[in-house]
């Protein structure tokens, strides 16, 4: 998996594969669906620096 910084997820950002949190095993945004204010929400308030996905930012 490819380690992604947090400040990548914008609103309306999707990826082409499943984003994990940092134990690579916790969903946190589906593939190919937009990000969010809950999203951006979390990051934010559990101060997430970075995520891991398998995929590429389309």
Do not use: C, N, R
Request: net charge negative; proline share 2%; hydrophobic share 35%.
């Amino acid at each position: 998996m490819t380690e992604i910084d947090s400040s990548l997820i914008k609103d309306g950002v999707k990826f082409s594969e499943d984003v994990y949190f940092d134990d690579q095993k916790s969903l946190f945004l589906a593939k190919e669906k937009p990000a969010g204010k809950f999203h951006l929400d979390a990051i934010q308030k559990w101060e997430i620096k970075s995520l891991y996905t398998d995929g590429k930012q389309l």
